[in-house]
């Protein structure tokens, strides 16, 4: 699993990159209109809640708990052996489960297919065209639209993860071998 959530992250992240450079073919696109903002802000959120039901930060305050193993990540930098950090649990991807990470790589492939389709063909569209297609794309896909910001700021999401971390964070160095430490204990096995 690690490759291919490797493999998407970079697709993800692609896909990000390409639906902004997308939405700025809007015949009235400003970078610093509100709805720009607005839109850049929401197409990740509308994404994840399409897929589970919740934002980024809601997944984010659900799923992080330092009582669970791995503090609920499914997924971390380095990930499976090595230690979690930090700046892992802040990444709302890194608690989606396989299943999750299918889906949410097959609803970002088919709407940047759509997308790009709808750019090639030179269709006239505005900022605010852009946003109603991402609702209709979903819509059309039988997935639930995101309605509002949501409960949970990113602020709130990133502060409760950093905390659940720092508690995680005194179990994980209590419980982690480095590789030297196994190393070690082999050296010790055969002498």
């Given at each position: 699993?690690?490759?291919?959530?490797?493999?998407?992250?970079?697709?993800?992240?692609?896909?990000?990159?390409?639906?902004?450079?997308?939405?700025?073919?809007?015949?009235?696109?400003?970078?610093?209109?509100?709805?720009?903002?607005?839109?850049?802000?929401?197409?990740?959120?509308?994404?994840?809640?399409?897929?589970?039901?919740?934002?980024?930060?809601?997944?984010?305050?659900?799923?992080?708990?330092?009582?669970?193993?791995?503090?609920?990540?499914?997924?971390?930098?380095?990930?499976p052996n090595g230690k979690i950090l930090k700046s892992d649990v802040t990444v709302a991807k890194n608690y989606?489960?396989?299943?999750?990470?299918?889906?949410?790589?097959?609803?970002?492939?088919?709407y940047l297919d759509y997308a790009e389709d709808q750019a090639e063909r030179n269709i006239p569209m505005t900022?605010?065209?852009?946003?109603?297609?991402?609702?209709?794309?979903?819509?059309?896909?039988?997935?639930?639209?995101?309605?509002?910001?949501?409960?949970?700021?990113?602020?709130?999401?990133?502060?409760?993860?950093?905390?659940?971390?720092?508690?995680?964070?005194?179990?994980?160095?209590?419980?982690?071998?480095?590789?030297?430490?196994?190393?070690?204990?082999?050296?010790?096995?055969?002498?």
């Amino acid at each position: 699993m690690r490759g291919g959530f490797t493999q998407f992250i970079l697709r993800s992240r692609n896909f990000y990159q390409q639906i902004t450079d997308i939405y700025a073919t809007a015949m009235d696109y400003d970078f610093q209109a509100p709805t720009t903002q607005e839109f850049f802000a929401t197409v990740q959120n509308k994404l994840h809640w399409a897929i589970h039901g919740h934002t980024a930060s809601e997944l984010i305050v659900e799923r992080a708990d330092h009582k669970k193993e791995f503090m609920g990540l499914t997924n971390w930098k380095k990930a499976p052996n090595g230690k979690i950090l930090k700046s892992d649990v802040t990444v709302a991807k890194n608690y989606l489960s396989q299943n999750e990470i299918k889906s949410l790589d097959r609803i970002v492939t088919m709407y940047l297919d759509y997308a790009e389709d709808q750019a090639e063909r030179n269709i006239p569209m505005t900022m605010k065209d852009w946003s109603q297609k991402l609702n209709a794309f979903l819509q059309f896909n039988e997935r639930d639209i995101l309605e509002n910001a949501g409960k949970v700021t990113a602020q709130i999401a990133k502060e409760f993860a950093i905390c659940e971390f720092e508690k995680y964070k005194v179990i994980q160095d209590k419980s982690y071998k480095s590789d030297f430490d196994k190393l070690l204990g082999e050296l010790d096995i055969e002498g």
